[in-house]
């Protein structure tokens, strides 16, 4: 069964203070890895899709990478704007292509 | 529209009644997803419409669920019946192209 786990659940970061979210998967045969945010009373908002291992993607304070079994999101001097919950999410090998698994997520917190 | 819009935005029922979440999604996207987003817990993948193809109902929890979307546009998620573990977030998606999707804010329902 495909399985998508997010560590830690809940992060609080003092503006400033860099740190990296991690998105782990069980699923044969990647055929992609998603990273999404999500605001409080918001849907999910896209941000960057990885394919194979060792590739990078950067967005401003935030930057994406992958590896066969784990994808990081790193956050350099994040400000509290930047404060939110983290979804990660994985193609399922059976069934459509769109079909997404999503991870539980990771809520992020930036203090000023 | 700029976006995929969702309503009712909150939806509060009693069990056992019927409801119907409407979703409409971004002008020239030809698939739309159906999202099930509880409490503390990862995005549920319900259904998937592409095209005029037969809808991908697999992530339906029971026979008390059911979707269609009308001319290739407006989807409406109907839940008979309801339960109160059917209470969370209906979020849609809509995309073109290959898996990235573009949420709706969701529609929060309540079954008391």
């Known amino acids: 069964e495909d399985q998508v786990t997010q560590s830690p659940e809940a992060l609080r970061l003092q503006e400033g203070e860099s740190s990296s979210l991690n998105c782990s998967y069980t699923?044969?045969?990647?055929?992609?890895l998603f990273w999404y945010r999500q605001d409080p009373g918001k849907g999910p908002e896209f941000l960057f899709t990885?394919?194979?291992a060792g590739e990078e993607k950067e967005k401003e304070r935030l930057k994406a990478t992958l590896t066969k079994k784990e994808s990081f999101l790193h956050i350099t001097a994040p400000k509290p704007e930047d404060s939110a919950t983290y979804l990660c999410a994985v193609p399922r090998q059976s069934g459509s292509a769109r079909q997404l698994t999503f991870g539980s997520g990771t809520q992020l917190t930036v203090l000023p | 529209g700029a976006g995929v819009s969702q309503s009712p935005s909150n939806k509060v029922t009693e069990k056992g009644k019927d409801v119907e979440l409407r979703c409409d999604p971004i002008s020239g996207h030809t698939a739309l997803y159906w999202y099930r987003q509880s409490l503390g817990q990862g995005l549920e993948f319900l259904i998937y419409?592409?095209?005029?193809?037969?809808?991908?109902k697999s992530g339906l929890p029971s026979d008390r669920f059911s979707a269609e979307r009308t001319g290739g546009s407006v989807s409406t998620l109907t839940i008979q019946r309801t339960q109160q573990e059917d209470s969370a977030v209906y979020l849609c998606a809509s995309s073109w192209g290959a898996n990235v999707l573009t949420f709706g804010a969701g529609s929060r329902l309540t079954v008391l």
């Open positions: 419409f592409q095209g005029n193809s037969a809808p991908d």
């Open positions: 699923v044969s045969g990647l055929r992609g």
């Open positions: 990885l394919y194979s």
